[in-house]
């Protein structure tokens, strides 16, 4: 365990009525904690005090003489035991463009190297995947992929995902899967192992049945659950074209994989009849959830696009504890973050009432809070000439809280993402895989509020890359976007803090009636 992650026992606390969050640029210390932070006062006369029973801090990282980290989002990953971040996937490209013609998914923007960094220095490592031969270079540089560490085994298991074929003549969702031991992978790409070496490492296996994008693969009592996405092969239009299929799963697939194997032994699948046809969205936050009234492991659908033939997303959640009868939850609105973005999850147990908390980093979203003068110009003027036809990038950081009384409520923190920065689309939160051990979360990663101990601050995980925007919306259609690699370390402790009721953000404007017939 890498003791640098946690440092127990000499950490900051929040004072009453301040958040605390870092200026861009600052770095960790030796004892993990923040330097030159700033303390930002909560003024903002819709805060209410103390409703939330943590504090989150996001500090962004820099390193001395090392080199810049990648850009890349969309990416997939997972954290070592010793906290070290194994990233491959995604792409070097900003938001796709909407071109009618041509390549909106540039081709040379592609991730094809497979990334070890360690965040606490800023140390990284790197392996070519062209190196590895065709069969797997390409899906290994695909996008989107669905992927699933399973601690017991170490076995890091990636399934699908959109990219270009080896042969460069078009793209498809690949119909694999492909594992490997997270800790053999992390070792040889450190010590520079050959090719040979590395394709040793991984499996994989073909099945019609992997083909998807856009979804998310989870483990829940011993079975796999692929859970909704789509399948799209050729290339990508926004409104329509003949170089394309595209099917969206509308289902959860549900199976078993046979012993040292990725053929599927066992196999099933969940639909629903719904009118409304719940099921019929992709790239949302696909979580690792709790239940609040068991304490049992689930898994929550929050968000995600696109509404059955118009431009909108599901603002409702869905919760999937078993094969059978997921719970569409069409009485809870979500009003933040429909898209992919980072989500901390957090648990309060208590004698009579149990709280879930996730809290959404930016992103795309139907609603919205804070913007900049700049940013808000922006915004009216690209709504006044009728062109936004479609959710606003944020800079908002917003909490939805779910209790086993059955009540939800939905908070925005009162300061944005540092800097106000557009941040957070097209990522997934990074967790500190260390708190399962040493009994900080269960074993899904979601941080235990009552087990961190009062006065002191956790690193919750890490926030890095995702597509950075300048504008809310594009002041200039297919412009405005591009790929961060800032690296942000969470810190949650357990004094409540205060915030800002949902009911208070702005609802985005926009042509929500007009039709899509492929991807956006």
């Not at 409540?496 to 899509?516: D, T």
């Amino acid at each position: 365990m890498n003791l640098n992650l946690l440092n127990f026992r000499r950490l900051l606390l929040f004072s009453p009525a301040i958040l605390l969050f870092a200026c861009s640029g600052s770095n960790e210390n030796s004892s993990g904690l923040a330097e030159n932070a700033q303390l930002v006062e909560i003024n903002d006369p819709n805060v209410q005090a103390d409703v939330l029973p943590f504090s989150l801090e996001f500090v962004e990282q820099t390193f001395s003489n090392e080199q810049p980290l990648p850009r890349l989002q969309s990416y997939v990953h997972v954290m070592g035991k010793s906290g070290e971040l194994l990233i491959l996937g995604g792409r070097k490209q900003g938001l796709h463009t909407f071109k009618s013609e041509g390549s909106n998914f540039v081709r040379d923007s592609s991730n094809h190297f497979m990334f070890v960094i360690d965040p606490s220095t800023g140390k990284q490592w790197s392996l070519d995947v062209n190196q590895l031969g065709d069969e797997l270079s390409a899906p290994l540089s695909a996008t989107n992929m669905q992927a699933y560490h399973d601690r017991a085994s170490d076995q890091f298991y990636i399934a699908g995902g959109y990219g270009w074929k080896a042969d460069g003549s078009n793209m498809i969702t690949f119909p694999s899967m492909m594992a490997f031991k997270v800790e053999d992978m992390i070792k040889a790409i450190k010590s520079g192992a050959s090719a040979d070496q590395i394709k040793g490492l991984i499996s994989i296996g073909k099945d019609e049945r992997y083909a998807v994008t856009g979804g998310e693969l989870f483990l829940l009592n011993g079975n796999f659950y692929l859970v909704f996405g789509q399948r799209f092969d050729g290339q990508y239009r926004a409104f329509g074209g003949s170089d394309f299929t595209q099917q969206y799963t509308e289902e959860i697939r549900i199976f078993t994989l046979k012993r040292n194997s990725l053929e599927i032994l066992s196999y099933g699948s969940t639909k629903s009849s719904d009118a409304e046809r719940p099921f019929h969205r992709r790239d949302g936050n696909l979580l690792e959830d709790i239940d609040p009234v068991t304490l049992n492991p689930r898994i929550a659908a929050m968000g995600g696009v696109f509404l059955p033939g118009i431009i909108g997303a599901y603002d409702y959640p869905i919760y999937i504890s078993g094969p059978q009868n997921p719970e569409i939850k069409k009485d809870i609105r979500q009003r933040f973050s429909q898209y992919e973005c980072p989500v901390i999850s957090v648990v309060q147990e208590g004698d009579s009432l149990n709280s879930v908390f996730h809290t959404f980093f930016g992103g795309i979203s139907a609603y919205y809070y804070f913007q900049t003068p700049a940013q808000k110009n922006v915004y009216d003027s690209v709504t006044v000439e009728h062109r936004n036809d479609g959710f606003p990038f944020i800079a908002d950081i917003s909490t939805f809280q779910v209790s086993s009384d059955g009540s939800y409520a939905e908070y925005i923190l009162p300061k944005p993402i540092p800097g106000s920065r557009l941040l957070g689309a097209s990522i997934r939160f990074i967790p500190n895989r260390a708190l399962v051990d040493l009994g900080l979360a269960f074993e899904n990663g979601i941080i235990r509020l009552s087990k961190v101990p009062n006065g002191e601050k956790i690193l919750a995980g890490y926030i890095y890359g995702g597509i950075e925007a300048e504008n809310p919306l594009p002041r200039a259609p297919n412009t405005g976007t591009f790929v961060s690699n800032s690296l942000f370390a969470v810190y949650l402790n357990p004094k409540p803090s205060g915030a800002i009721p949902a009911e208070k953000a702005k609802k985005a404007v926009f042509n929500y009636n007009q039709e899509h017939s492929s991807g956006d």
